[in-house]
């Protein structure tokens, strides 16, 4: 026989506090180490975000830089090329009336005419024309308006395709 002076219930008891807090030292422990792990996760997460976010930040600033510079020289040659309408044009007739109407969009088909109302409202008079200099302008116009629009969107092209 066994002889303590601790009764066998208290043991019991005090047998099952030491295993409890041998537990929770043990689960804290872990918990703390997967807590460690998972903010180191997160961190390396959140810095290689950071630098996608500074990387696409950098390529979308320098999209638009060269951009900026391609629409300056194209501005530039619209003004050059608007110089020089005028040394190769006569200033003559050449589109009728009913071809400025059309051109306007003044024949009532299409609501989607460019241009402000007052510019739309406009009546044009039977006997007014175009001269070969206002054609030649508006060419230019387009093509400088054609040129800048084919910059951006090869601009938003590059920066979307770009890894």
């Known amino acids: 026989m066994n002889f303590s002076l601790i009764p066998l219930p208290y043991r019991i008891l ?3 506090i030491i295993f409890l807090a041998y537990s929770m030292f043990v689960f804290y422990g872990g918990w703390k180490e997967c807590s460690v792990r998972e903010a180191a996760k997160q961190k390396d997460q959140a810095v290689a975000y950071a630098k996608m976010v500074t990387d696409e930040q950098q390529k979308g600033e320098e999209l638009a830089k060269k951009l900026q ?13 608007k110089k020089n309408v005028s040394k190769v044009t006569t200033g003559r007739d050449c589109l009728n009336s009913a071809t400025l109407k059309l051109l306007r969009n003044e024949t009532g088909k299409d609501e989607t005419s460019g241009g402000t109302d007052a510019e739309n409202a406009r009546e044009i008079a039977p006997n007014e024309f175009a ?3 206002e054609v030649a302008e ?9 040129q800048v629009c084919a910059k951006r969107l090869n601009s938003l092209i590059d920066w979307n395709n770009h890894e």
Not at 70 to 80: D, G, K, L, M
Not at 138 to 146: D, P, S
């Open 69 to 81: 510079e391609a629409t300056t020289i194209i501005t530039a040659n619209e003004i050059e090329r």
């Open 14 to 16: 005090g047998s099952a």
């Open 131 to 133: 001269s070969d200099t």
């Open 138 to 146: 508006w060419a230019i116009i387009a093509q400088t308006e054609y």
